[in-house]
């Protein structure tokens, strides 16, 4: 019971085991046993009725969706849990209880498991808990998606973040406007250079994109493993794929557009003019009825160079008719009008800090702070929930070592006990402020993640770590560190491809253009320039 990840709120040891076989039977409510089911998929459990099965379910209304008790004896299971969310992640918990080998894809015949009888409680005390996972600047097959879904519910983590349309990429199929797919979803090449070196770029073709089906499915998959997809679509700014495919919704008619090539940021913006709001309302739609449940939709609102809607007549015009007195307040007014048009569709807008800074938010738009704690805290005395989302330590795209032979990463360092260390809503914050913090996430930018392989390397075990703090709600305990060891060999089974502890396997370090160069970025000194440029009124322009 002591090496449980993440630690659960109570785990109690009593003598003797119980023997788990395939083909196990399970009883009660439907939805409940399907989740246990398919939390311990390895075993292939069967269903029972209650006086046949030897592992019992029962839906307990006084406990919350998420929450869960296991009462493991020698004869029987008993698991009570408020929702099928508690079920799925109290069967996570009896296949930690079990033998490595359940982390596998298959039980072999005869295998007979044993978990040690006792009680586990437990419950989040974070309702998001997620990953922000990038698939513009570098897209990742629908099987990268679906192996990312399962390795969060593994973690009871239960968000993610799709980041679906960049200056470099659109990712998802429109009927409505099929040059999106057709035309912003592939680039003839991609950089290469590194900052501040003479450009080069690699001369392949890159591309892909999810058809609405393959979002169905992702939606589908997600829902049944305690996982919400907030899919994103980065407006106004961030721009240039959607321009490259329609650049009559740009602010400079005539202009043409392409896929960016390259890292950072455009100035390319979307016009804040009434068919740019009915082209978004036109997608959005499309995404909803695809994904068939969207509690939270992401609209960006980030990195916006606003140069283009001053210097259009046009828009001026229309900003002198809405009464507002400049490019900021449109912006602002622009993100406003889409998150009323989601909220009509019954769907929450969520927004990077800069939507917040810009003012006119609605009440219930939830807001990320990745430029640090000091504006999330602004955001939530304004009455704002919010995601705490701060590059440091959440940004995984950064190394984990000052090293060459780190493979290459934005910038460094961002190590496992910095992640463990980190405290979403701060004790130096009131009740009120730190009541309104719904959570955390921790995000894969894919500039430097161009496959599965080094996704695995960055994600864990610093995801690990951010499981544990969003579920128990706070900075790890010092004995994290034991049971993180002892969960990587579960990961091993599983088919991780982790960063190890001591460092990048001989195969994982980087080299030639791959070679990480250290001392080039500094994420504290990030840290405190992205926390100054919170406090200015040209807010919203690029500040990386």
Known sequence: MDHLLPRPQLAESAPGSFAFTPGTAVSGPADLVDSVRLALAVLDLGSGDDASARVRVTRDPGLGPEAYAVTIGEDEVLIAAGAAAGAFYAGQTLRQLL???AFRSVALPGTEWRVPCGRVEDSPAFSWRGAHLDVSRNFLP?????????????????????????????????????????????RPRTITSFYHEEPTYDGVPHGGYYTLRDLAEIGAYARARAVTVVPEIDVPGHASAILAAYPSLGATPGERHHVLDRWGISPAILSPLPGTVDFLAAV???????????PYLHIGGDECVLDAWEASAEIRAYQAELGLDSSGDLHAWFLRRLADLLAERGVRAVVWDEAFVSGMLRDDTLVMPWRGAAVGRRAAAAGHELVATPVFPTYFDYGEAASAEEPLAIGETTTVADVAAFEPAPATWDDAERARVAGLQFQLWSERIPDGRTLDYRAWPRGCAAAEVGWTGGPARPE?????????????????????????????????????????????EVMRRLDEMTLTADSTRPSM
């Open 99 to 101: 033998p490595v080998e």
């Open 142 to 186: 629908k099987r990268e998606v679906l192996r990312m879904i399962d390795l969060l519910a593994l973690h009871k983590l239960n968000r993610l973040h799709l980041h679906l349309a960049d200056d470099q990429g659109w990712r998802l199929e429109s009927r409505a406007y099929p040059l999106l797919h057709e035309v912003g979803s592939h």
């Open 284 to 294: 959005f739609d499309e995404i909803i009825e695809a994904l068939g449940e969207v």
């Open 480 to 524: 994290f560190t034991e049971r993180l060891a002892r969960h990587l060999e579960r990961l091993d089974a599983f088919g991780v491809e982790y960063r190890p502890l001591e460092g990048p396997r001989p195969w994982q370090r980087g080299g030639g253009a791959r070679r990480h160069r250290p001392g080039v970025i500094d994420v504290q």
